[in-house]
């Protein structure tokens, strides 16, 4: 049977790698194991519907809506000129904006798309007109958008609770500390390599009174904004309300916001959105509910035990053993979106990372490094080839600045994150949300 698996699994990566979408993907995957595996359809069916009708998996296509609708209403823009009063007049300043602004989103919209559609039009070509590479500007926006799956709420940490039954708070906090040291780290590479950009131009300085005005106003102008994530997360870890009911008050605030304060929304942008973001929901769903299948299909064969007896064959040195985890997440995270490798590889390996003695709320922390990784690291990399569109750069250009961003700034925060889990369970030990 482990053969049928194995073939299973080929079938899988060639598909993906022909450029099938998704859901076909999973499902002839799973159409294999039906035809080939003696699994039963109708029960795998009846069991995948009774999972995907959970109220926590609301939340997903509502923080998607919530993002779609932020990324029109203005609250991108108006954290950008907010952030830009601290550090804007600092070489390689509007650089660091970014970063955070990519950070604010991300505590908002749970979403890597959302950064860089919301934060990229604006952004790159401010930075371009100020003398930054167009690369550079793009790589910098892109990189800096996969925030969007560590700084909570995120929807791949949504989702992970959900087939591990983990707590969700606890998943949300684990990513934070690896979430803001990326945020420290991107910061000062940005800091250092502009130094060598001869053609940056800084902001002019201005009177101390135009100054203090201008803080006045950006500041006021932001409040709405900036009030979004404190509502949101407050919301959540203060027990007011549930991840999913947070999601549904982000969509509801942030329409008004829009509307009547910012007044950068109407309703005819607002049904176009709605319309994008019920595509990108229809699609997400589909997937979820196959992948879900299939995931549920190898754990009935046994294919997470067959992984353990294979891992302590190899070696039993625990660090060796994460090494590897790490690897096969990355490879898993350069060929299929983060929802889909958390769906489908959290339930496999949560019995090896048990056997190991991880606690699962740290897993959900190297789960979501990795695979959020993914979402910047060919074949795959749907943020990356987003940001490409968006900023009208080749590929080329914006290799360089990518590959160091990832190297010196997100690869470090991987290892630091796996090796070092005190990164990932203080806060969730600090809220009492670790079970032991």
């Not at 008050?249 to 607002?270: H, N």
């Not at 979106?337 to 048990?354: F, Q, S, Y």
């Amino acid at each position: 049977m482990l053969t049928i698996v194995i073939l299973d699994v080929i079938l899988l990566v060639f598909l993906l790698f022909m450029n099938v979408p998704l859901p076909y993907c999973f499902g002839g995957a799973l159409l294999f194991m039906v035809l080939f595996g003696d699994v039963s359809m109708q029960s795998m069916m009846l069991w995948t519907f009774n999972q995907t009708i959970s109220p926590v998996l609301l939340a997903s296509p509502l923080f998607i809506l919530a993002g779609v609708v932020m990324g029109g209403n203005g609250v991108a823009k108006h954290l950008l000129n907010f952030t830009d009063i601290f550090v804007g007049r600092i070489k390689g300043g509007i650089g660091v904006v970014c970063v955070a602004t990519s950070a604010f989103i991300g505590a908002v919209s749970g979403s890597g798309f959302t950064g860089v559609a919301a934060t990229g039009p604006i952004m790159i070509p401010r930075m371009v007109k100020q003398g930054y590479p167009r690369g550079y500007a793009t790589g910098l926006v892109t990189v800096s958008s996969v925030l969007g799956l560590l700084i909570p709420p995120s929807v791949i940490m949504i989702l992970y609770g959900w087939v591990t039954n983990t707590s969700i708070l606890a998943a949300f906090l684990s990513t934070l500390g690896p979430g803001l040291l990326i945020v420290a780290l991107f910061s000062i590479i940005n800091l250092v390599w502009t130094r060598n950009f001869p053609n940056i131009q800084i902001e002019e300085s201005v009177t101390r009174p135009e100054k203090v005005r201008i803080i006045k106003k950006r500041s006021l102008l932001a409040f709405p904004a900036l009030l979004l994530p404190v509502i949101i997360l407050g919301g959540i870890y203060g027990g007011i309300f549930t991840p999913t009911e947070a999601a549904a008050i982000a969509t509801v605030v942030a329409l008004p916001i829009g509307f009547f304060i910012y007044k950068e929304l109407s309703a005819k942008q607002f049904f176009e959105l709605a319309e994008e973001s019920a595509t990108s929901v229809g699609a997400i769903m589909t997937m979820i509910f196959f992948t879900l299948m299939l995931s549920q299909t190898y754990v009935m064969m046994q294919v997470p035990q067959a992984i353990i007896d294979l891992f302590f064959g190899i070696t039993d040195n625990p660090i060796i053993m994460l090494l590897i985890i790490n690897i096969f997440l990355f490879l898993v995270g350069m060929i299929v979106n983060d929802a889909t490798g958390m769906i489908l590889v959290a339930p496999l390996l949560l019995p090896l990372i048990t056997e190991l003695g991880i606690d699962p709320v740290h897993f959900a922390a190297i789960m979501g490094v990795n695979l959020a990784m993914g979402g910047v690291t060919p074949p795959y990399a749907s943020i990356l080839y987003l940001g490409m569109r968006i900023g009208k750069c080749e590929f080329s250009e914006l290799l360089k600045p990518t590959l160091v961003f990832l190297l010196f700034g997100y690869l470090p925060v991987v290892f630091l994150t796996t090796f070092w889990p005190d990164l990932s369970l203080f806060l969730p030990g600090v809220f009492g949300l670790l079970e032991n």
